[in-house]
């Protein structure tokens, strides 16, 4: 990944010579250089030999010539120049002559010389024999040009007749270039196999050189240039150089490339994944440098911004800025960087497009050795959709999405907050808590159907909502706490300026109340689409149960549950509200106690005071097909409580599900250990809550149960009312679909015929089973003409495949109107009453069927 491409130089490098070549240009040099240094040599030692042996010669000569002088002058001047001639007979002597002490020649090799003066016969002698003259050795050998030797000697020169004794000088010229030309021939032959044996060693020495350290050196060089680093088994090739016969040096090199190679091909792999995962990345991330001004981006950040990496290149990502992030963000995160920290949260950026997203960023600061920043590196991803997803969550969990009004958890923490101002306050806050329901709802629900219930119910919502703001504060809190169960909380305050009096409150929230009756609308428009069956607009009655709400109550879900009382006997009673009474506290104390007495028992090991009876479910009323369990409560103090009674206020409270859970342990349990004990091989039905239902404990509990018991799925039957279809159709119709797949259970559709939509979720839902509402099956005997709804649904189970079962077979009038229906299971008190485990183990476990009775 490149952040910053380099310049690229466009000057033309200098060609160089290869190794090679440059080995062998050295190397004809050098031979060159020796030859040219020999052959100086030799003429350098020719020469000097020549001088030092011509030296030698002309000791030896002037020796004998001073002596012939001495004896022979002037005597016999004939055969002293004749003695003179001689000695130039000899090669390289050039000139001989003998003076007196004026510079006179007496004797020479030439006898034109004679007589003559040194410097007018051979001037260039003349200033060395002046030399000579001065110096007090008895000889003086000079050289004179390149090639001559000038000799000059003292010799003791007789007394004449005419002249009287005195010293003379004996003066020979000698030509070295003979004797320095064969002093040279024999060095040159001499020293020729020599030079030849040293020209062959440093042939062989270059040759060597090529082999062992240029060859290899070239080998190196070539699969340096030839070879790519970040190739995985680039280092192989330099691991074979190795082991090639060479200079260990060279192996070593080689050895440490190879590794080097290995090492760059493994960070370079690595260096690959970490490009590919930046580049695949879902998250957006960019780089800038320290000035922010982007360096690089992947291909998130392109789709999530519409900016290309060439577009957005160099700017500074000020240009991503909205103006809808606030500056204290912006003020936070330079401060967070400043310090070196990691910054973290959410900035609202703008979209090439225009669009405003929301960015959930985290922004490092990458710094230098020094502590310098240097670049920035910020990872995004578009929070959009989760931010809006989570505030849906969040409004979902506190509110009812079909009429988006606070659910009933939110509404009782409003109902705390108020009754928690009314303890601080008791003569200044008060409340008007009222539960709310639509009268004919349910009628209205069976003739138009689910959706025109949902249109009715918001409907019902706004009109709700736009009472309470026209009539009351903005502290008002509206809500739906289920089906069509409305409650309205309605803040009291007395005015500072009234006196307090005891009945303030009721006289207050009587007023509220009244206000809302004449604002209540008497008819309801249903909100557009609208289906060609529905109405525009349908009337309503308004059923309202009322409560003041006081310091008088401990809890907002006491409160709640006498407003509910008090709507309860509205309903009772038919009356369009009622006020919440003495009569109602009693009731509420009754249910306060069963709800806390059964919550003790399903805490407490074995649950005491709770227990499963069976009935059982026969085939044509003969043969013994399953049972079901059904839960009986009794309760320390007040005795038997009737399921009537105890289930609803379970179902109002979380108890419902802990409850249903223990239902379902103990069925599967005995089931199982009628199995192993009496060879049970029918079905077993549990009535399952909706709440239950759709509660994400419930899969796990439900796996649990068949796990410890052993008892299989397939022979487990879940029974639900049409009621789960009102509250969360889609969510139960899910976790049906995904418990039948997971654990082959079955289900039910208890009290069918009493609801409404059933017949439209036949398809949808993994029914096996339906089961007819006891109150149609009672009547049979004393009206047979419930018969056609009998075999209207026998009807339609056939064409689903589903078996049915018929509740409430009392007597035998009831049991003989079913005979015509064999596929019929028959369920009710003629086979008999629901009994505990033992008893109906000995009654229907025993091999007898229903006809043994």
Not at 475 to 491: N, T, Y
Not at 508 to 516: E, K, P, V
Not at 655 to 663: A, H, P
Not at 753 to 765: C, F, V
Request: aromatic content about 8%.
């Amino acid at each position: 990944m490149m952040l910053e491409q380099p310049p690229t130089s466009t000057a033309v490098p200098r060609q160089r010579l290869s190794a090679q070549l440059e080995a062998a240009l050295v190397q004809f040099v050098v031979w060159v250089v020796s030859v040219a240094l020999w052959v100086g040599w030799v003429f350098w030692f020719a020469a000097a030999k020549a001088r030092e042996e011509g030296e030698a010669y002309l000791l030896d000569e002037l020796a004998q010539i001073v002596r012939l002088a001495e004896t022979l002058w002037p005597a016999r001047r004939d055969l002293l120049r004749q003695e003179l001639q001689r000695h130039l007979a000899h090669d390289g002597d050039r000139a001989a002559a003998i003076l007196d002490g004026a510079g006179t020649i007496l004797v020479a090799h030439d006898p034109r010389w004679a007589g003559h003066p040194l410097t007018q016969a051979h001037p260039p002698l003349a200033p060395l024999w002046e030399r000579f003259r001065t110096q007090r050795s008895p000889y003086w050998i000079t050289r004179s040009g390149a090639d001559n030797l000038i000799a000059f000697a003292r010799w003791a020169q007789p007394p004449t007749t005419e002249q009287a004794a005195g010293e003379g000088t004996v003066v020979l010229i000698y030509d070295l270039t003979p004797r320095t030309v064969a002093a040279r021939n024999t060095a040159l032959a001499e020293g020729m196999p020599l030079l030849f044996a040293f020209l062959l060693l440093f042939a062989a020495t270059g040759v060597w050189a090529q082999r062992r350290i240029l060859h290899p050196l070239k080998q190196l060089t070539h699969a340096l240039a030839e070879t790519d680093p970040s190739a995985p088994q680039a280092h192989e090739r330099f691991a074979q150089i190795a082991a090639l016969p060479q200079p260990r040096e060279y192996s070593e090199l080689a050895v440490h490339i190879a590794r080097a190679y290995a090492q760059i091909a493994a960070q370079h792999s690595e260096l690959r994944l970490l490009a590919r995962a930046l580049e695949t990345s879902p998250a957006a991330i960019v780089i800038t440098d320290a000035q922010a001004n982007l360096l690089w981006c992947n291909p998130a950040f392109t789709h999530t911004t519409g900016y290309s990496l060439d577009e957005v290149r160099g700017k500074n990502v000020r240009f991503l800025k909205s103006g809808r992030t606030a500056d204290g963000v912006f003020r936070s995160l330079w401060e967070t960087l400043a310090r070196g920290e990691t910054w973290q949260g959410e900035l609202i950026n703008r979209r090439k497009n225009g669009e405003t997203y929301i960015a959930a960023a985290v922004i490092t600061p990458v710094r230098d050795d020094t502590g310098t920043t240097t670049h920035y590196i910020a990872i995004e991803f578009d929070a959009t959709r989760e931010k809006a997803l989570a505030e849906r969550i969040a409004f979902a969990e506190s509110h009812d999405l079909l009429t988006e009004l606070p659910n009933r958890s939110a509404f009782t923490e409003s109902v705390a907050h108020q009754l928690k101002r009314c303890h601080q306050s008791p003569e200044r806050e008060a409340g008007l808590l009222v539960a709310i329901d639509l009268k004919g709802f349910r009628r209205f629900n069976d003739r138009y159907g689910s959706a025109a219930g949902d249109a009715l119910l918001k409907a019902a919502a706004r009109a709700l909502t736009r009472c309470t703001h026209q009539l009351f504060d903005q502290e008002s809190v509206v809500a739906r706490l289920g089906a069509d169960e409305f409650a309205l909380l309605v803040p009291l305050m007395r005015p500072r300026a009234t006196a307090p009096t005891s009945d303030w409150a009721e006289t207050a929230a009587t007023a509220r109340l009244a206000q809302l009756r004449a604002c209540l609308p008497n008819e309801l428009v249903l909100p557009e689409p609208r289906a060609p069956n529905w109405p525009n607009q349908t009337p309503v009655v308004w059923r309202l149960g009322a409560v003041c709400l006081t310091a008088a109550f401990t809890s907002a879900s006491d409160a709640i549950a006498a407003a509910s009382l008090a709507l309860a006997r509205a309903k009772r009673d038919d009356l369009p509200f009622a006020w919440y009474d003495a009569q109602d506290a009693q009731q509420l104390t009754r249910q306060m106690a069963i709800l806390e007495a059964l919550q003790r028992a399903l805490t407490t090991p074995d649950a005491p005071g709770l227990a499963l009876v069976w009935q059982p479910q026969l085939k044509n009323g003969v043969t013994l097909a399953g049972a079901e369990a059904l839960v009986r409560f009794h309760h320390p103090e007040l005795g038997p409580i009737s399921p009537a009674e105890f289930i609803p206020l379970a179902e109002q409270s979380d108890l419902i599900v802990t409850l249903g859970n223990w239902v379902l342990r103990e069925a599967t349990r005995q089931a199982a250990a009628w199995q192993r004990e009496r060879g049970f091989t029918g079905t077993i039905s549990v009535n399952l809550s909706p709440r239950q239902l759709v509660s994400g404990d419930f899969p796990p509990q439900l796996a649990a149960a068949l796990a410890e018991s052993g008892w299989p799925g397939s022979r487990l039957t879940l029974e639900i009312t049409e009621n789960i279809l009102i509250s969360a159709p889609e969510q139960a119709i899910a976790q049906m679909r995904t418990l039948t797949r997971e654990y082959a259970v079955q289900w039910a559709i208890d009290d069918f015929g009493t609801g409404y939509s059933s017949l439209a979720y036949l398809n949808d839902l993994p029914v096996h089973e339906l089961k007819i509402d006891q109150r149609f099956i009672r009547r049979l005997g004393e009206h047979p003409e419930g018969l056609r709804l009998v075999r209207a649904i026998v009807s339609i189970a056939e064409t689903f495949e589903l078996r049915v079962v018929a509740e409430g077979v009392e007597d035998d009038a009831c049991a003989a109107a079913l005979a015509p229906f064999p596929s019929l299971l028959h369920q009710g008190w003629r086979y008999g009453r629901p009994a505990p485990a033992a008893e109906f183990a000995t009654t229907w476990l025993a091999g007898r069927d229903a006809t043994k009775r």
